[in-house]
Structure formats: structure tokens, C-alpha cells
């Protein structure tokens, strides 16, 4: 009761007007913990980081029954800057600005789900699907494949199909600058697309995704394939995924985000239960198809206790080791010193995760 009035307050509130649905549910992540990042640098630093496990976020999501099994859906969220900063990822901490993470509105019913706004693309969904550190976080796999590959599209339309006996498929288009790539003409989009079809039942998920991202002539700045498979053994389970970047050779040139490569990457992790909690162990490998000796590896090691359906501590570390012509770096809220290429970057984190 408290949070449905706490929601419908916090509607009326953003935005100015009477707000009404079947169903309207006010819920959010903080994520806070004390790092350690050393990126080869002159100093290490040591600080208060947010998103050990999942980036700290607020958000509304909400329900109305139109009748003959169709529904009215809607989701806002915004991510906060937990640790009440230094904004070193945005002002914002994660997503870009205010309900910058997921904003959308849509329609669902026997046809499956249909989103329009900006919601999270299939490569961003699978990463956190079937890494074990759930992508972006300091041993996550998103510390090396993600760079070029966008987490989310705007303006864009995402559908989602039923399962069938475990089958179902996607398909998402971005319009415009859907990608938000706006810091200047030459980094610019088009548009772009994502496809997935995935098989879950029982102990196997397997997903076979594409997305690509277009410059204004229509070049592939962004064309990643990926297949990703994960099963559930009981006493442990096991992941793994390997993908390729191949933008198109007319934009692998430098822009106001940096170049643009075409990469192949892999990841193996594992979790297995231990107590209420578990341990969590992944390996991830980039190659660089464009430039030599540019690739790195990054090893990953953890273990989340949990205190409650809702509560958590963790304890994550991650080591990336970079060939000579690279200069990967590990976690969120790491500003520590960059070193030369070819440096060494770990860091190692302990915090707690409430969600509500």
C-alpha cells in the first residue's frame, strides 16, 4: 500500500497531472561499495564506487487492463549517483540523463510485447543475461566488448514475440540518432537494428543476437554478432558466449569517441552456490582484427552473500592484462591514473546491493 501511494505521488509529481493505471509500482537499486583501482598508472586510487553488481537506479513501472487479454505498459528509470559523487560517469552515474535508462511506453497481450522509446538493446540484454557478473560492473564482461557497442537505443520500436515451447525471437529498429552518438557530425547515426532468437527451458538458455549501428552514409559503425549459451547444472552453473565487431572498413577511422575496430571476444564464466550466496568466476578474451597486439584478457573472481531476497554484500575482483597497443580498463567509478599501453588494470571491490 505504501508504495502504491508512494508511486502514484511520485507520478504526479514528474509529471504534473493526474495519474491513473490497474497497476503502478515504485521500486529502484542502491549499490554502494568501497574499491580499489590501479590502472598502472602514477597512484592508485581507493574509493566509494556504486554499481558493484547493477548500477544504482529509480524508477516507475505500471499496467492497465484494456480487455481481451491486451494490456497498456509503461517503464521510467533513472539512474542516481548513489554514492552522491564525483559524477565521473554522467551526471546521471549510468544511463545519460533523467530517465535516461529505460523510457517507454507499449502494448502486450497473446501477441507478445511491443515497446516504443528507449529501451536496452539485445547485445546490452545478453551481456547481462549470461555473464555471471551481469556485464557491467567491475568484473564484467562489458569492461572489454562493450566500448563500441551501444547499451541502449533511442527512438526507437522493440518487439518481443511469446515463447513457443521455449522458442522466441525479437526484433528492435532505432530511428534517427537512435544511438546517441550527437558529439559531432562524423560520429552521427542513421539508425540502427537489433534481431535475437533464443531458446529457454528449464536448465538451457541459449541466444543466437545481431546489432548494428549506421553512420549517416549509412556504413556499419557498429555490426556485432554473438551467440550465447548457459546451463544449469544444479551444483553449478556454466556460461559462455563469443561474438565478433565487424563494422564496415569505411568507418574504422578515428571520431570524437575514438576508433572504431573490429574485434573478436569471448567469455567462459561460472557460478556455483555456496550457502546463501555464491562464487562467481568468469575469463573474457578481446582480439583486435584491425590493429596488432591490441587485444587484452580479463580475469574475474567474486562471491554475493545474500542477507535477504532484497539485500546483498559482494566482493568483486577483476584483472585485465592488455597486450602492447591496448588500454583496457576494469569497473565502474574508476578514474585512477591512466598508465601507457600495455598497462595492467585491476580492481577489486566490496559493497552491498538493496533492492525494493
Known amino acids: 500500500m505504501k508504495k502504491t501511494l508512494m508511486a502514484a505521488a511520485l507520478a504526479g509529481l514528474f509529471s504534473g497531472a493526474a495519474f491513473a493505471a490497474d497497476s503502478v509500482t515504485l521500486y529502484g537499486t542502491m549499490d554502494l561499495g568501497i574499491a580499489h583501482y590501479d590502472n598502472g598508472g602514477s597512484s592508485t ?12 537506479r529509480i524508477g516507475l513501472k505500471g499496467k492497465e487492463d484494456l480487455g481481451g487479454g491486451l494490456n497498456a ?3 521510467l528509470e533513472t539512474g542516481i549517483c548513489a554514492q552522491g559523487g564525483p559524477l565521473t560517469s554522467g551526471g546521471y552515474c549510468s544511463g545519460g540523463g533523467f530517465f535516461q535508462r529505460q523510457s517507454w511506453v507499449g502494448l ?38 562493450e566500448r563500441w557497442i551501444p547499451v541502449r537505443f533511442s527512438q526507437s520500436i522493440t518487439y518481443d514475440s511469446p515463447s513457443f515451447s521455449g522458442f522466441d525471437i525479437g526484433a528492435q529498429l532505432a530511428f534517427g540518432d537512435g ?17 535475437r532468437a533464443r531458446y529457454l527451458s528449464g536448465p538451457v538458455r541459449v541466444s543466437l543476437e545481431t546489432t548494428r549501428v549506421n553512420d549517416i552514409n549509412g556504413n556499419a559503425t557498429v555490426k556485432d554478432m554473438r551467440v550465447s549459451g548457459a546451463y544449469n547444472f544444479g551444483i553449478l552453473s556454466l556460461s ?99 598508465g601507457p599501453n600495455g598497462s595492467t588494470s585491476s580492481g577489486l571491490m566490496f559493497g552491498m546491493k538493496h533492492t525494493f
Open 179 to 195: 544511438s546517441g552518438l550527437t558529439s559531432s557530425t562524423a560520429s552521427k547515426t542513421i539508425g540502427g537494428y537489433g534481431l
Open 45 to 56: 586510487v581507493t574509493n566509494m564506487s556504486q554499481g558493484g553488481v547493477s548500477n544504482s
Open 108 to 145: 502486450q497481450g497473446g501477441f507478445g510485447t511491443l515497446r516504443l522509446g528507449r529501451y536496452y538493446t539485445y547485445s546490452d540484454l545478453d551481456l547481462y543475461d549470461f555473464d555471471p557478473f551481469t556485464d557491467n560492473t567491475v568484473a564484467g564482461v562489458g569492461n572489454l566488448p
Open 73 to 75: 505498459i509503461f517503464q
Open 240 to 338: 559462455a558466449l563469443y561474438g565478433q565487431n565487424s563494422p564496415d572498413s569505411a568507418v574504422i577511422t578515428p571520431t570524437a569517441s575514438g576508433k572504431i575496430f573490429k574485434t573478436k571476444y569471448f567469455m567462459v564464466g561460472a557460478s556455483v552456490p555456496v550457502g546463501p550466496g555464491n562464487i562467481l568466476a568468469s575469463y573474457t578474451q578481446i582480439k583486435n582484427d584491425t590493429v596488432a597486439n591490441a587485444g587484452a584478457k580479463q580475469f574475474g573472481l567474486g562471491y554475493w552473500y545474500n542477507l535477504s531476497k532484497r539485500t546483498m554484500l559482494y566482493a568483486n575482483y577483476s584483472r585485465i592484462s592488455n597486450d602492447a597497443n591496448a588500454l583496457y580498463t576494469v569497473g565502474i567509478g574508476n578514474d585512477a591514473p591512466m
